[in-house]
């Protein structure tokens, strides 16, 4: 029960943080962030909420106005990791392809 609490805590300050940023939905792999943060500060925030799920990266999907839709991608589906464009994915996130 103390991780729970600890773990929301944190999310809440890391939330915090980045006031400008917010998941809207969480519902299997897809996510939906809302944010007016820049496109790449979108791109590594999905990321990095993806790999805390245990996934691979975030794979980008459409925006519609603040909007943003990814899908987490498992490295087993063999899935290419799809930046916003003009952005790019970190370099320790290993994308893999067919």
């Known amino acids: 029960m103390k991780k729970i609490l600890l773990l929301t805590t944190i999310s809440g300050l890391t939330l915090l943080g980045c006031s400008s ?3 809207n939905m969480s519902m299997g792999n897809m996510r939906l962030i809302n944010s007016s943060a820049t496109a790449q ?13 245990f996934y691979q990266g975030a ?3 459409s925006k519609a106005g603040k909007e ?3 899908k987490c991608v498992k490295p087993e589906e063999n899935e290419i990791l799809i930046p916003i464009p003009g952005t790019t994915i970190s370099a320790d996130t290993p994308v893999s392809g067919k």
């Open 59 to 61: 794979s980008f999907l």
């Open 21 to 23: 940023t917010q998941i």
């Open 68 to 70: 943003y839709r990814f």
């Open 41 to 53: 500060e979108v791109m590594d925030f999905a990321n990095t909420t993806c790999k805390n799920d």
